[in-house]
């Protein structure tokens, strides 16, 4: 079945931007066989991610997820089926944001900046407000 899985984690301080090149590539090499599409969104201080793909194969890699020391405190906030990919041709887009300048794509409301710091918190439960949100980044 087709899911979507969304969490966010704490950066741990020795996680360097050569450790998020090799997240990356690691993604673009492993996403694909295994039908895995999503974003990254990352700071110095935190990271959120969405995954899309069948949810067996989901939840096998968030537990692989979870034991990655170059991050801490993973809080899944969304996981559920979906209809159809939000990123299909993205085995694993990415950006990075300032921590104190959030640079959206699009307006955003005042009800979306309280999502967004809801979602960096780990208190943001409602799967499409997330992915509206994560949205405005690509």
Known sequence: MLSQLVYVSNRRPTCTSEEIEKILASCKKNNPPL???????????????????????????YDKIKLDARHNSPMMLSYGPIKERSFPSWHMGSKKMAANDVDFKTDISA?????????????????QRILNILKKFF
Request: net charge negative; no cysteine.
């Open 35 to 61: 039908n895995i599409t999503g974003v990254l969104l990352y700071s110095d201080t935190k990271f959120i991610q969405l995954v899309e793909g069948d949810a067996i194969v989901l939840t096998a890699l």
């Open 111 to 127: 009800e979306d900046k309280t999502v967004f710091n809801n979602l960096l918190n780990g208190v943001e439960a409602d799967g």
